[in-house]
């Protein structure tokens, strides 16, 4: 029976399982997905696995996303800008890497109503995550896109890699259309990724915080005081595994809403909205 994983260290908080077994479920199909936990020093032998037995696909999450790529015979277009694999399509033994965070961005934004195309758009962060963002930012067509980073030295490389500006956060205003956290700061106790949104700038961009637990991130919060239409990052989370789905079972389900429906079902039994 065809299976596919889910690998990474740690691993036993992934979502991907949920998601995944929703969608097979949805398509009626026999397959499997599970979560494996993988350690660097395992990599390889897993790929022996893959190369000799009947995985059909598989994602990869931290902190394998840059490593895998050493082991793959073909990189989509995305994986080369991106410089991240997350998800692997292997047809009898030969590997294929994508990266579909950028699909699921953008099909978050899309879904929420969000006009990229010549829009004003400020960043957050300087990370894996951001580089995924701001690939889909270009080639939705986003006008203007400007770098905040605690780290400006990283915010400098980012943004000389994909020909967009950055600032010091210290220079940060709301003045955007789009705005958007990547920093994974508050997904630890207490954190905070340095930016406040004044009351009265009277600016009210859309705003977006990748992080979906906690639901709604200081950020997020103080946004939706503001007035700003905000979301969490969710559906980025879930369009870019329904999105792997898509390229290992060759169907379309993207714009599927019963299916959207079905995972937040699954997301909601478990407590997270
Ligand atoms: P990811 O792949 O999720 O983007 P990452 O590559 O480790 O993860 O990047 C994390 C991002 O969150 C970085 O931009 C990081 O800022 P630095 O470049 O200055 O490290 C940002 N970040 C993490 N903790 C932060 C904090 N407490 N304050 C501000 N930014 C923070």
């Known amino acids: 029976m065809d299976k596919f994983y889910v690998i990474g260290d ?3 908080h992934s979502h991907s399982p949920l998601i995944h077994n929703a969608i097979l479920d949805f398509l009626g199909m026999g397959q499997t997905y599970t979560a494996r936990q993988i350690g660097q020093e395992e990599l390889a032998c897993f790929i022996n696995e893959v190369r000799g037995g009947d995985v059909k696909g ?8 840059i490593a895998i790529m050493q082991y793959l015979d073909e990189i989509g277009a995305e994986v080369e800008k991106i410089g991240a694999v997350n998800t692997v399509r292997s ?3 030969r590997m294929v890497g ?12 899309k879904r929420a109503g ?86 009265d700038s009277g600016f009210k961009p859309n705003v977006t915080d990748i992080i979906y637990l ?22 980025m989370l879930i369009f870019q595994a329904i999105r792997a789905a898509e ?18 079902k699954k997301f909601a039994e478990i407590g997270v909205v």
């Open 58 to 65: 598989f994602n990869v999450t931290a902190p394998h996303k």
């Open 114 to 199: 969000v006009r990229v195309t010549g829009a004003k758009v400020k960043i957050i962060g300087a990370g894996g995550a951001a580089r995924g963002v701001i690939y889909a930012l270009l080639r939705d067509g986003a006008e203007e896109i400007t770098v905040y980073n605690r780290t400006q030295e990283k915010a400098a490389k980012l943004a000389a890699d994909f020909g967009v500006d950055y600032e010091l956060p210290e220079a940060f205003t709301p003045e955007c259309d789009i705005l958007i956290n990547t920093s994974s700061a508050e997904m630890f106790e207490g954190g905070n990724n340095g930016i406040d949104l004044p009351e």
């Open 214 to 235: 906690p639901p709604e991130t200081r950020f997020l919060k103080q946004a939706r005081e503001r007035g700003c239409q905000t979301q969490n990052g969710l559906n």
């Open 10 to 12: 740690p691993i036993k």
């Open 247 to 264: 390229i290992w079972h060759g169907v379309d389900l993207m714009e599927n809403e019963e299916l959207l429906r079905r995972i937040h």
């Open 98 to 109: 994508y990266n579909t965070d950028a699909d699921g961005f953008s099909q978050m934004l």
């Open 91 to 93: 047809i009898e033994g």
